[in-house]
Nanobody
Framework: QVQLVESGGGLVQAGGTLRLSCAAS????????MGWYRQAPGKQRELVAGITSGGSTNYVDSVKGRFTISRDNAKNTVYLQMDNLKPEDTAVYYCNADVSRYYNGMTVKTNYWGQGTQVTVSS
């Protein structure tokens, strides 16, 4: 099996900085796209930032210029650097990955989610 373990959330004042990390482990052959989603109370989960295996990135408009997604393929880890945080960034942040994994002598593609990490930005 494959697990995604997130870290780095917490409480910060508006204008502050946090860095989230998400490490994938298990029977991994390769990881394709990775991304960070967030879900605020009473709202739908939304894609915050994504990154392909080749390093192409995309962001939701509300975080452009403030958040940076990156990945270390050797460590199967994706990061989200969050600068100039705003109260509206408060949410549970989830890591997501499209993983090619070993299964019964074959490689199969499966999508995985992390357990979520709380980010709270006070005004």
């Amino acid at each position: 099996q494959v697990q995604l373990v997130e870290s780095g959330g917490g409480l910060v004042q508006a204008g502050g900085t946090l860095r989230l990390s998400c490490a994938a482990s298990g029977s991994i052959f390769g990881i394709n796209a990775m991304g960070w989603y967030r879900q605020a109370p009473g709202k739908q989960r939304e894609l915050v930032a994504g990154i392909t295996s080749g390093g192409s990135t995309n962001y939701v408009d509300s975080v452009k210029g403030r958040f940076t997604i990156s990945r270390d393929n050797a460590k199967n880890t994706v990061y989200l650097q969050m600068d100039n945080l705003k109260p509206e960034d408060t949410a549970v942040y989830y890591c997501n990955a499209d993983v090619s994994r070993y299964y019964n002598g074959m490689t199969v593609k499966t999508n995985y989610w992390g357990q979520g990490t709380q980010v709270t930005v006070s005004s």
